[in-house]
């Protein structure tokens, strides 16, 4: 079900600051100039399928975007959520954190499994993060990324070159990515911004 997003009564936006509220429009407003975008019920968008709420950090989903770009070619989702963090006993911070944050889904074709991608950091190869589901490509050129997969050839069919090539030129090597079954979840860990909203978007309309 399509919603006037320019028509949202107070319920809507209930759990929004003012300054969250105007960024939240000026995002919409930035995705309108590129995509058709609709505002559409939760309920209706794949996430529920991906995220069984046992997940942590918690991520609480607000508004959803159904987006299609101009040529028809391609959909997407679009989330603004609340990701709630609680801290580790004993440390001193607060005993949660919350905020406000876009994430993207897209639906594919076929069931991959799981698989989870993300950008090698010098700590990650200090601590030696290994997992018997780890896979090493022989392409030197994506060596620098942190492949995990349910399934080796699914996940080598996925990535394919114009995939990777997608990936390895992401603007931000923070995003995380990770596929369960038919559904790709991406975004970044970060507060949201018009600038992120844009970069996920185009990442998922390529992807």
Request: proline residues 0%.
């Given at each position: 079900m399509e919603i006037d997003f320019r028509k949202l009564d107070v319920k809507k936006l209930f759990d929004f600051s003012k300054e969250e509220e105007?960024?939240?429009f000026q995002v919409y407003d930035q995705l309108f100039e590129i995509y058709d975008i609709a505002v559409i019920d939760i309920k209706d968008s794949p996430f529920h399928e991906f995220d069984s709420g046992k997940e942590i950090p918690i991520f609480i989903p607000r508004i959803c975007y159904f987006i299609t770009d101009k040529n028809k070619e391609h959909s997407f989702y679009l989330l603004i959520v609340n990701k709630i963090e609680k801290?580790?006993?004993g440390r001193r911070l607060p005993a949660?954190?919350?905020?406000?944050?876009?994430?993207?889904?897209?639906s594919l074709e076929g069931n991959l499994g799981y698989i989870s991608i993300n950008k090698?950091?010098?700590?990650?190869?200090?601590?030696?993060?290994?997992?018997?589901?780890?896979?090493?490509f022989k392409d030197n050129s994506f060596s620098n990324f942190y492949v995990l997969g349910s399934d080796k050839y699914k996940a080598m069919a996925f990535l394919d070159a114009k995939r990777k090539e997608i990936i390895k030129s992401f603007p931000d090597e923070d995003f995380k990515l990770e596929i369960k079954n038919n559904i790709l979840c991406f975004g970044l860990p970060k507060n949201l911004s018009v600038e992120k909203s844009?970069?996920?978007?185009?990442?998922?309309?390529?992807?």
């Open positions: 105007n960024l939240i801290s580790v006993q949660q954190t919350e905020t406000l944050q876009i994430w993207g889904m897209k090698k950091k010098w700590a990650d190869r200090i601590a030696g993060m290994f997992s018997s589901f780890n896979i090493n844009i970069i996920i978007a185009e990442f998922l309309n390529q992807i």
